[in-house]
C-alpha cells in the first residue's frame, strides 16, 4: 500500500495531481460508510470536533476543482483492495458521536479518468 499510496494516512495527493484515499469502516477509527452508491468518508481527526486540517482541505479542493480519488478499501490489517476512481460530490458538517465532522460524499466514476487508471 505504501507504494501505491505513499503512506499509512487517509488522503494524499499523488505526483500527477489527482488524489489517493484509504478507506476503512472502523477498523482505524474512522466510521466512513456507504449509502447506497454514495460512500461517506470522514475528514481528518478521531476525536473532538474536527477542524480544517491539511488532509480535510485536500477533499474540499477536489471537490471544488473535481479532482478524482483513487479509493482503497482495508479488508484487514495489510490487506486492501482498488475499488477505482471517485469524485467528491459534496461535503457536510454534522454530528457523530457528539463531535462536528466533515462528511465528504463521493460517488464511482466510469469510466476512471484518464481511461488508464
Do not use: C, K
Amino acid at each position: 500500500m505504501s507504494a501505491a499510496h505513499g503512506g499509512r494516512r487517509g488522503i494524499r495527493r499523488l505526483p500527477d495531481g489527482r488524489l489517493s484515499l484509504l478507506l476503512d469502516y472502523g477498523l482505524s477509527g474512522y466510521l466512513n460508510f456507504w449509502d447506497g452508491e454514495v460512500l461517506h468518508y470522514l475528514g481528518d481527526g478521531v476525536t473532538g470536533d474536527q477542524v480544517l486540517t491539511p488532509a480535510t482541505a485536500l477533499g474540499l479542493d477536489a471537490l471544488h476543482g473535481g479532482t478524482p480519488a483513487r479509493v482503497w478499501e482495508r479488508l484487514r490489517p495489510n490487506v486492501w483492495y482498488d475499488l477505482g476512481w471517485f469524485r467528491f460530490a459534496g461535503v457536510t458538517r454534522r454530528e457523530v458521536g457528539g463531535r462536528q465532522v466533515f462528511d465528504f460524499s463521493l460517488r464511482q466514476e466510469t469510466p476512471p479518468p484518464g481511461h488508464g487508471g
